[in-house]
């Protein structure tokens, strides 16, 4: 809650004349929870076809407990011409007290939101299968670069000595909507930065 009385409008707190029907005041910090009807389709769906894309970063980011798979947004180019890459969580969103290099070589700044988690590499030809090398180092991925949450990926066996999994059809094509939403969403964001640029100048 705000006063605006002259005093806390003049950032006089000591002075507010509400005191007296307040008592002092103290500094609450309000945090930002979870839509209720995003964690309410997560209770419903559990580990089923996954959560989608929101408009709030970082929102699904925080629906990602150890064990759950996600997907992240590609960055372009890449060794494997990837749009998403899929990991299974390792650490939960978490704020970095330091700079990070995790080992991929990928820089993470002081007070970054971020989420670590295994790597899984799509295999051959088919859009949905994907293996696990166990060799795979943890990686340490952006908040907003989650694009999907909890949804399933079916062991298949082995390929070539690491372990095979299956996504579901719709499950990717749902990963690649999201994808899609996200990547129309940053190019507004930088047509708008354009033309307020263009607007200063």
């Not at 000591?14 to 209770?43: F, I, Q």
């Not at 989608?52 to 947004?73: K, N």
């Not at 060799?135 to 000595?161: C, D, E, M, N, W």
Request: overall charge negative; charged content about 20%.
């Amino acid at each position: 809650m705000c006063c605006f009385c002259p005093s806390c409008i003049d950032e006089d707190w000591e002075n507010c004349s509400n005191l007296e029907y307040t008592g002092p005041w103290t500094l609450h910090n309000v945090h930002p929870r979870k839509p209720a009807d995003v964690v309410d389709y997560v209770d419903a769906i559990g580990h089923g076809q996954g959560i989608p894309d929101q408009s709030d970063e970082g929102t699904i980011a925080d629906l990602v407990e150890v064990g759950d798979f996600f997907a992240v947004e590609a960055e372009w180019p890449n060794d494997y011409s990837a749009e998403f890459w899929i990991l299974q969580c390792t650490k939960p969103l978490h704020v970095l007290a330091d700079t990070t290099i995790d080992a991929y070589g990928e820089t993470h700044d002081e007070g970054s939101s971020v989420l670590e988690g295994m790597w899984f590499q799509q295999f051959g030809k088919s859009p949905t299968c994907f293996v696990q090398y166990p060799s795979t180092p943890v990686s340490v991925v952006a908040a907003g670069q989650v694009i999907h949450v909890r949804f399933a990926l079916q062991s298949t066996g082995v390929l070539k000595g690491s372990p095979s999994f299956k996504l579901s059809k719709d499950t990717l094509e749902a990963i690649l909507d999201s994808l899609q939403r996200k990547v129309l969403q940053t190019s507004r964001s930088r047509l708008f930065l354009k033309l307020l640029n263009v607007s200063i100048n």
